[in-house]
Each structure stands twice: as C-alpha cells, then as structure tokens.
C-alpha cells in the first residue's frame, strides 16, 4: 500500500476549492488501487483547515519559513513527505503548483503530466487527460502509480461535498529558509467583488462589447438573469474589467449552469475555460465564429442590439 500525496493550497486560511477537487479525485483513485491520501498544507494556522478533510493522514508544515510562499522552501518541505511509498504527487495547476511539481519531479526524477483536466482509472492504470497545444487537443497518457507528479486545472471535475473525514494531523518543522527572500506581495487587484467559478449563470463579454460604456448594457442583463458579468482576454486587456473577471486559460476555469458568450469568438484559450458548462449560448455577428462550435445554441446579431432588448423582454416577464 502507498500513498497519494496531496499539495494543498490555503487561502485565508481556508483550503482552496482546487485543493478540494484534488482531495476528491484522490480518494477515488486511492480507493481503486489500494493506497491512502495525505494532504499537505502550509502555515502555522492549517490546523483548522485540514480537520475534517477526506483524507487518511494530513500534514502541517509550520514555522517561520513557510508563512508566505518561497519555491525553494515549499519544495524542500514536500521532498520531505515524498518517499518511496509514494504512488502519486498530486498540485493544482497554479502558479504554486507549477513551480513545486516540476521541481518535486526532477529533484526525485519521477514523470511528470501538466495541464490535467481528467485523471481516471482504467483498471489498474491511471489515465491523466492533458491539454496540449494551448488548450488545441486532449491528450491521453498512461499515468505509472510509482511516484508520478501531476498539476491539475482547477475546476476540472466537481466537489462531492458529502465527503468529510477524520485524518491523522502531525506538524512537521519547514526546512531551513532557501536562498530566495520575499521582498513584497503584490495584491490582487481591486474589483474582485464576485468569484465567476462559483455563480451559476455568466453573461461573459467580449471584443465584441466595442466601448467600456456598453458593459452597462452586460450589467443590467446580468441582473435581471440573476447572473454576473465575466469576459475573454481582450476585455481586460483593454482595462475595462479586471483580470478577477476574465475567463480562459490565462483567467478562470468555470462550469455555470448557463455560459451566455456575448461578442466572444471563441479563441482556443478561451474554450479552455469554458467548454464544460452546462448550457452555452453564444451571439456573434459573424455566423463563422469557433464559439458556435461548443455552443449548444447561437445566434448571429449585434450583441449591442440584443442586450438591452433582452434585458427589456426579461424585464417584462418578471414584472
């Protein structure tokens, strides 16, 4: 029997929703193949975090060293838990998670598949599903259960948050501080009044919305659907909504009940974030869009036209 070692990732001292699919994930392949789950987490304040989490053992890391994010620290901590017994290393496809896997799978020379949207059991194999090419093809990789590493796209299966449990919870010492020194934090920017992962209707706008101006068309709209605005790359690019709204390999990954892409093309970057929603339903004034190709439904107007006439027929109906 071996272990699937989970690196978990705090944020305000709670465990991060990707750290959550991961755990789920890893209870099912744990439980195919005969292993056990260890989540790891970071701070001295984790004890909470990690309580009733699905998992056989967790373990803290505390100490002076870990309490911001430093790579070389992190890593040295997580070599510390790999062992032999270790079947699978499993991180979030983040910036944390990027920088320790690649360096937890060189330094114990174990194989490595980023960019996972899927990882599945076919028997006694383990089946990671990649994103290659910019999100462009899936591919398909026999994963060994012999200390493999994978990254994993946050938002890629959901949380059965019927799961709870009651791990073994030891504290271990961080590694002495590395050679890198954290010299500030940059915040994230302001105007991340709504999390997008978590709404379940999205009126996602996009080159197509022309002027800022037109976004107090993209609002009301929202409103009357009882949705939240979000948006593709060039948006924010534009500086016209921050990047807490944007949508897309290099923004969020989401999963709405209904992804409403107005003025979209359908870049494969943006795709990546939302191929997988429940109902897509796309409007563009060019009827050769990529968009149409992952909606469900689609229309071709002008979203300028359409957006206030909708909000106005929806307006109506609630009336």
Known sequence: MGQIVVVGELLDGALSDGTFELLTRARDIASAAGHTVTVVTFGDNARDAVREVDADDAVIVSGPAVADYQPETYENAVLQIVGEDTALVMLGNTTMGMDLGAAVAARKNRPMVAYCTDLTMDGAVLVATSQVYGGKLNAEVEVPLTGAVVTVIPGSWPVDSSRAGSPA?????????????????????????????????????????????????????????????????????????????????????????????????????????????????????????????????????????LMPALTEKLEGRAG
């Not at 105007?191 to 999205?202: F, M, N, P, R, S």
């Not at 009882?226 to 948006?235: D, E, H, L, N, Y």
């Not at 009940?257 to 870049?267: C, D, E, P, Q, R």
């Not at 004034?285 to 990529?290: F, K, W, Y």
Request: hydrophobic share 40%; glycine share 8%; with cysteine.
């Open 169 to 305: 919870i030891r504290e271990e010492a961080a590694p002495s501080p590395a050679n890198l020194e954290l010299t500030r934090v940059i915040e994230a920017e302001s105007g991340q009044d709504v999390d997008i992962t978590k709404a379940d209707i999205l009126v996602s706008v996009g080159r197509g919305i022309e002027d800022p101006d037109n976004l107090e068309l993209a609002d009301a709209l929202a409103e009357v659907l009882g949705g939240v605005v979000s948006c593709s790359r060039p948006v924010v690019d534009a500086g016209w909504l921050p990047r807490s709204r944007q949508v897309g390999k290099s923004g969020k990954t989401v999963k709405p009940k209904v992804y409403l892409a107005l003025g979209i093309s359908g870049a494969p970057e943006h795709l990546q974030g939302m191929k997988d929603a429940e109902l897509i339903i796309a409007v563009n004034n060019d009827e050769r869009a990529p968009i149409f190709d992952v909606a469900h439904y689609g229309a071709t107007a002008d979203i300028l036209d």
